[in-house]
Protein backbone atom coordinates (compact mmCIF):
# COMPACT_ATOMS: atom_id res chain seq x y z
CA UNK A 1 0.00 0.00 0.00
CA UNK A 2 1.52 3.29 -0.82
CA UNK A 3 1.74 5.82 2.23
CA UNK A 4 -0.72 8.39 0.47
CA UNK A 5 -3.23 5.60 0.31
CA UNK A 6 -3.32 5.07 4.09
CA UNK A 7 -6.22 7.62 5.00
CA UNK A 8 -8.09 5.83 2.69
CA UNK A 9 -7.77 2.54 3.68
CA UNK A 10 -8.34 3.89 7.20
CA UNK A 11 -11.43 5.61 6.03
CA UNK A 12 -12.45 2.82 4.30
CA UNK A 13 -11.81 0.75 8.17
CA UNK A 14 -13.71 3.25 10.11
CA UNK A 15 -17.12 2.88 7.49
CA UNK A 16 -16.85 -0.65 7.97
CA UNK A 17 -16.86 -0.62 11.70
CA UNK A 18 -19.20 2.07 11.63
CA UNK A 19 -22.11 -0.16 9.74
CA UNK A 20 -20.91 -3.37 11.65
CA UNK A 21 -21.39 -1.76 15.08
CA UNK A 22 -25.32 -0.74 13.72
CA UNK A 23 -25.92 -4.14 12.73
CA UNK A 24 -24.96 -5.01 16.49
CA UNK A 25 -22.29 -7.36 15.05
CA UNK A 26 -18.72 -8.53 16.42
CA UNK A 27 -15.60 -8.81 14.41
CA UNK A 28 -16.07 -12.29 15.28
CA UNK A 29 -19.67 -12.53 13.88
CA UNK A 30 -19.01 -10.28 10.94
CA UNK A 31 -15.78 -12.49 9.68
CA UNK A 32 -17.98 -15.69 9.84
CA UNK A 33 -20.82 -14.39 7.79
CA UNK A 34 -18.17 -12.59 5.28
CA UNK A 35 -16.37 -16.09 5.81
CA UNK A 36 -13.07 -14.26 6.60
CA UNK A 37 -10.78 -14.86 9.84
CA UNK A 38 -11.73 -12.30 12.58
CA UNK A 39 -7.88 -10.94 12.33
CA UNK A 40 -8.83 -10.18 8.70
CA UNK A 41 -11.65 -7.73 9.23
CA UNK A 42 -9.74 -5.98 12.29
CA UNK A 43 -6.90 -5.34 9.97
CA UNK A 44 -9.48 -3.91 7.36
CA UNK A 45 -10.89 -1.64 9.82
CA UNK A 46 -7.84 -0.62 11.00
CA UNK A 47 -6.74 0.39 7.22
CA UNK A 48 -3.76 -2.08 7.40
CA UNK A 49 -5.05 -4.32 4.23
CA UNK A 50 -7.00 -3.74 1.00
CA UNK A 51 -10.11 -6.07 0.38
CA UNK A 52 -11.01 -7.28 -2.81
CA UNK A 53 -14.00 -6.78 -4.79
CA UNK A 54 -15.49 -10.08 -3.77
CA UNK A 55 -14.90 -9.05 -0.04
CA UNK A 56 -16.63 -5.88 -0.39
CA UNK A 57 -19.24 -7.25 -1.79
CA UNK A 58 -20.16 -10.12 0.47
CA UNK A 59 -19.22 -7.71 3.30
CA UNK A 60 -22.08 -5.07 1.52
CA UNK A 61 -24.33 -8.42 1.31
CA UNK A 62 -23.66 -9.17 5.41
CA UNK A 63 -24.02 -5.26 6.61
CA UNK A 64 -26.97 -4.64 4.39
CA UNK A 65 -25.00 -1.51 2.37
CA UNK A 66 -24.26 -0.65 -1.19
CA UNK A 67 -20.81 -0.17 -2.25
CA UNK A 68 -21.29 3.66 -2.55
CA UNK A 69 -21.96 3.66 0.94
CA UNK A 70 -19.16 2.00 2.10
CA UNK A 71 -16.82 4.01 0.15
CA UNK A 72 -18.89 7.25 0.79
CA UNK A 73 -15.62 8.95 3.62
CA UNK A 74 -16.70 11.35 6.07
CA UNK A 75 -14.84 14.36 6.42
Known sequence: MKPEYK????Q???NVV???????LTQLQLAE????D???ISA????????SFDLIF???EVLDVSP???FDFRS
Open 38 to 40: RSH
Open 33 to 36: LAEV
Open 7 to 10: PLYE
Open 58 to 60: RLC
Open 68 to 70: KEL
Open 44 to 51: IELGNVGV
Open 12 to 14: FGL
Open 18 to 24: YYRKRKH
